[in-house]
């Protein structure tokens, strides 16, 4: 399928207008690939409140063995693909699919590139504020996270990479299932009526009123889940590193805050 390419519009009742139009084919589009991060998704680093980029804080590395918390994805938020997930989308997908893998930089086809799956990996959905994750709204989301085991052997290079506190950002691949378009015009009565069912979860809203259409997301097949420099969602950070003790070292863990609400301001959108 020849990839059909949204033009630049001069308002938002014409692209809304191109939008219904090629709605069969952009789903058709969409359903078609495996969804993953864009790489370079927001123009600014995450930074605190004094304008300092925050990382999380490093562990130890007198151990060959680290857990770490990883936020792959949340709902209720328009990321760089006009996609807002809705809670309960990898309901089915966490019940079916036992082969989830942690990987790096979405390389599911190099072994080099694994962190983490089998017993080394849970997968579950749990539902956080926002605040707990660093982004500084009220309300809550259904993030998707892997508990995962980190061995020095398995992949080197990303157990330094989080045992360091570098890892800051995490991205899901996964095919969608069920997908509705939402535009803001009363013109359109079925994807209006999708706009005011899913508009008010949306936590960064501008977002969607800048655009006047987005993608529901309400079901999806979770394949894997990446550690990537920069995603389509920024509020996906590592939640926690917890470093397995050594004979002579007490457990430590190490709790990230982030602090994201200028990140998210900045998310390059595409359809």
């Given at each position: 399928m020849k990839k059909l390419e949204i033009p630049s519009f001069q308002n938002k009742s014409e692209l809304i207008d191109f939008?219904?139009?090629?709605?069969?084919?952009?789903?058709?589009?969409?359903?078609?690939?495996?969804?993953?991060?864009?790489?370079?998704?927001?123009?600014?680093?995450i930074t605190n409140s004094k304008g300092d980029v925050l990382k999380a804080d490093a562990v130890s590395l007198d151990t060959n063995e680290i857990k770490v918390r990883a936020i792959i994805n949340t709902t209720n938020i328009?990321?760089?693909?006009?996609?807002?997930?809705?809670?309960?989308?990898?309901?089915?997908?966490?019940?079916?699919?036992?082969?989830?893998?942690?990987?790096?930089?979405?390389?599911s086809h190099e072994f080099s590139s694994i962190i983490s799956s089998g017993d080394d990996l849970k997968a579950f959905t749990k539902t956080m504020t926002w605040k707990s994750l660093g982004y500084e709204v009220e309300g809550s989301t259904q993030a998707l996270v892997f508990d995962s085991t980190v061995k020095r052997?398995?992949?080197?290079?990303?157990?330094?990479?989080?045992?360091?506190?570098?890892v800051n950002n995490h991205s899901v691949g996964m095919r969608y299932v069920k997908i509705f378009m939402a535009v803001d015009d009363e013109r359109y009565e079925e994807e209006k009526a999708v706009w005011d069912k899913y508009?008010?979860?949306?936590?960064n809203k501008e977002m969607a009123d800048a655009s006047g259409v987005f993608w529901a997301v309400t079901e999806a097949k979770a394949v894997e889940g990446s550690a990537v420099p920069m995603g389509?969602?920024?509020?996906?950070?590592?939640?926690?590193?917890?470093?397995?003790?050594?004979?002579?070292?007490?457990?430590?863990a190490?709790?990230?805050?982030?602090?994201?609400?200028?990140?998210?301001?900045?998310?390059?959108?595409?359809?």
């Open positions: 939008m219904i139009a090629n709605k069969s084919t952009l789903i058709a589009q969409k359903m078609s690939v495996l969804k993953e991060a864009d790489g370079l998704e927001y123009s600014t680093p328009m990321d760089s693909h006009k996609d807002v997930h809705i809670p309960g989308l990898w309901k089915k997908s966490l019940k079916e699919n036992k082969r989830l893998m942690h990987i790096q930089e979405h390389k052997e398995r992949n080197p290079y990303m157990f330094n990479q989080y045992s360091k506190g570098y508009y008010p979860e949306i936590t389509s969602n920024p509020i996906t950070p590592t939640q926690s590193i917890k470093q397995e003790p050594s004979q002579d070292t007490p457990p430590k190490v709790t990230d805050t982030f602090n994201i609400t200028e990140a998210i301001k900045n998310i390059n959108l595409k359809i």
